[in-house]
């Protein structure tokens, strides 16, 4: 009976050899599909450099990423934008407590990392365990801040801050309102120097065209290359002595701008003068009112709120 059996099967036609090899052989195949199949990695936390990380595997380039989450400067925001600017094939990024439920953008990472969470990726779940080493990290930071803030609450800091602006911005009112008839006078000034220096400008374009003019009057028509070509030279030697002795009286190089710039400061000072304008009192009111403005700006920034400085206690210029 087995030589029969053993010679039927060796008999067979090739199609019907073909179709018991594919069946005998089948479930190995599907085994070995599913053993090569790639499992879903769960997210991770850990400590990297002292600061907690997650570590996440992202669905868009197939690998893991670690993204920093400083307990006191970043919030869950911070963490969602950092995702999606990483892997932009994501759309829909949610952080959610074990429950189900979402966890508010606002939340810092200081209170997200106390518990365990999942990171919810276009529908693809990742859990994520803290664990004691992180927690232990992130509580004493989670302690300093509640601390902090009993003390901001105890100490009335808030209702100082709120006087302080206020006092603030009184005693800028009243140096604007000091500050307006002296920023009206100084603007007339202003304008009286700088149409006098136009006209120096404009009268040194003149003359240079004038003195072009005469140099070739004289030479094309009442005198030759010859007789003129000295003066020619002694004209340009002597602009040379003239432009030395501004390096000499000023210590500046001869450019332009800068002759521009001081020809229009000695006119505005000259008309200062003449006026009796107190420029002593003008720039004292005008470097406190400037003090005043950047401490009410440092004082929106309350990370920036400690290092304001009085205004009483600083130097005018």
């Not at 920093?68 to 995702?83: A, E, G, N």
């Amino acid at each position: 009976m087995e030589s029969f059996v053993g010679r039927s099967v060796a008999g067979m036609p090739r199609l019907f050899r073909s179709i018991a090899s594919q069946k005998s052989c089948r479930p190995s195949r599907l085994f070995s599909v599913s053993a090569c199949r790639p499992a879903v990695c769960a997210a991770t936390v850990s400590l990297r450099a002292g600061v907690p990380s997650v570590t996440i595997n992202l669905p868009g380039s197939n690998e893991r990423c670690v993204f920093s989450c400083p307990p006191v400067t970043h919030k869950v925001s911070d963490l969602v934008r950092d995702i999606k600017a990483q892997d932009s094939s994501i759309d829909n990024v949610s952080i959610r407590n074990k429950e189900g439920e979402l966890i508010a953008d606002c939340t810092s990472t200081g209170v997200l990392l106390r518990e365990d969470f999942v990171v919810h990726l276009d529908g693809a779940s990742f859990p994520v365990s803290i664990p004691e080493d992180v927690r232990n990290c992130v509580k004493p930071l989670d302690d300093v801040r509640a601390l902090v803030s009993q003390l901001y609450s105890s100490l009335n800091i808030a209702e100082q801050d709120q006087a302080f602006r206020e006092s603030l911005q009184t005693r800028l009112s009243d140096l604007e309102a000091e500050l307006k008839p002296l920023d009206q006078a100084y603007d007339v000034m202003t304008k009286k120097a700088r149409s006098r220096n136009n006209v120096l400008v404009w009268g040194g374009l003149g003359f240079m065209g004038a003195q072009f003019g005469l140099l070739a009057r004289l030479t094309w028509w009442e005198y030759s290359w010859d007789i003129m070509e000295p003066v020619t030279y002694f004209v340009t030697y002597g602009t040379a002595i003239a432009c030395y002795a501004y390096f000499v009286l000023t210590r500046e190089d001869y450019t332009f701008p800068a002759a521009r710039d001081r020809n229009y400061l000695l006119n505005l000072h000259k008309s200062l003068s003449k006026a009796n304008f107190p420029v002593d009192k003008y720039n004292e009111l005008v470097s406190e009112s400037a003090k005043i403005r950047s401490a009410l700006r440092r004082m929106e920034d309350p990370v920036k709120a400690t290092e304001r400085e009085r205004p009483n206690q600083e130097t005018s210029v």
